[in-house]
């Protein structure tokens, strides 16, 4: 069983940058599709960005793309994800995830990760 922690989050200003970090233990990585997701106060969870198992492909969410890049070490048993130019709609609850079985084509869907992180806060200032 994989276990995951993320850390990086805090309070950054409208345009600032925060780097994601996810820590993977228990498991090798490279047998899971990894993926970040984010939830804000009074909405669902949404689907960031993910990256394949040897990190070939990457998708993200239509709020982050051309702000964030996901990227991979299999060897470090990380994943990390680069957020640039925040805005105040990116606060909110960041989790990573891993999925053992994902299908490619179901990255974006909470259902195909078995195990998540607890989360961490970014919050971003006007």
């Known amino acids: 069983q994989v276990q995951l922690v993320e850390s990086g989050g805090g309070l950054v200003q409208v345009g600032g940058s925060l780097r994601l970090s996810c820590a993977a233990s228990?498991?090798?990585?490279?047998?899971?599709?990894m993926g970040w997701f984010r939830q804000a106060p009074g909405k669902e969870r949404e689907f960031v960005a993910a990256?394949?198992?040897?990190?070939?492909?990457?998708a993200y969410g239509d709020a982050v793309k051309g702000r964030s890049t996901i990227v991979r070490d299999n060897a470090k048993n990380t994943v990390s994800l680069q957020m640039n130019t925040l805005k105040p709609e990116d606060t909110a609850v960041y989790y990573c995830?891993?999925?053992?079985?994902?299908?490619?084509?179901?990255?974006?869907?909470?259902?195909?990760?078995?195990?998540w992180g607890q989360g961490t806060q970014v919050t971003v200032s006007s």
């Open positions: 995830a891993a999925g053992s079985t994902t299908a490619w084509g179901t990255k974006t869907a909470q259902y195909a990760y078995d195990y």
């Open positions: 228990g498991g090798t990585l490279s047998r899971y599709v």
């Open positions: 990256i394949s198992r040897v990190g070939l492909s990457t």
